[in-house]
């Protein structure tokens, strides 16, 4: 193979690579994946991810209550992750930025946040 050809087939490689990740990424947010963990981005174990606003302890889940719940993807660690939350009952109010309602599921509207609230 000529020089130049090889080097075109590897500069059309390294740019088939190099976009291969924004093809399929979903940078506005996808529904119909709550499942427990991470499974969109990286599953590698070293996300610091946490909820704060979740009723635990003594008192618990009122019906009728509202709870404000914030989402932390924790430090950056591979592509900038979002999150996907279904509830079996209940509604949600109060999207906070880069927050959308899609399908009755609460999903990031914007990869440009760590840190989420509703």
């Given at each position: 193979?000529?020089?130049?050809?090889?080097?075109?087939?590897?500069?059309?490689?390294?740019?088939?690579?190099?976009?291969?990740?924004?093809?399929?990424?979903?940078?506005?947010?996808?529904?119909?994946?709550?499942?427990?963990?991470?499974?969109?981005?990286?599953?590698?174990?070293?996300?610091?991810?946490?909820?704060?606003?979740?009723?635990?302890?003594?008192?618990?889940?009122?019906?009728?209550?509202?709870y404000s719940?914030?989402?932390?993807?924790?430090?950056?660690?591979?592509?900038?992750?979002?999150?996907?939350?279904?509830?079996?009952?209940?509604?949600?109010t109060n999207?906070?930025?880069?927050?959308?309602?899609?399908?009755?599921?609460?999903?990031?509207?914007?990869?440009?946040?760590?840190?989420?609230?509703?």
């Amino acid at each position: 193979m000529a020089p130049r050809r090889r080097v075109a087939v590897v500069l059309v490689l390294l740019f088939l690579v190099s976009v291969s990740h924004s093809a399929y990424s979903q940078s506005s947010g996808m529904t119909g994946r709550s499942v427990s963990g991470c499974t969109c981005h990286s599953n590698s174990g070293s996300l610091s991810a946490s909820i704060n606003g979740l009723p635990f302890g003594a008192g618990g889940y009122t019906p009728g209550a509202s709870y404000s719940l914030q989402w932390d993807g924790g430090p950056h660690v591979s592509g900038d992750g979002g999150f996907n939350f279904d509830v079996s009952a209940g509604s949600w109010t109060n999207l906070g930025a880069y927050v959308q309602l899609s399908n009755g599921e609460l999903t990031h509207s914007s990869d440009a946040a760590r840190s989420w609230t509703a």
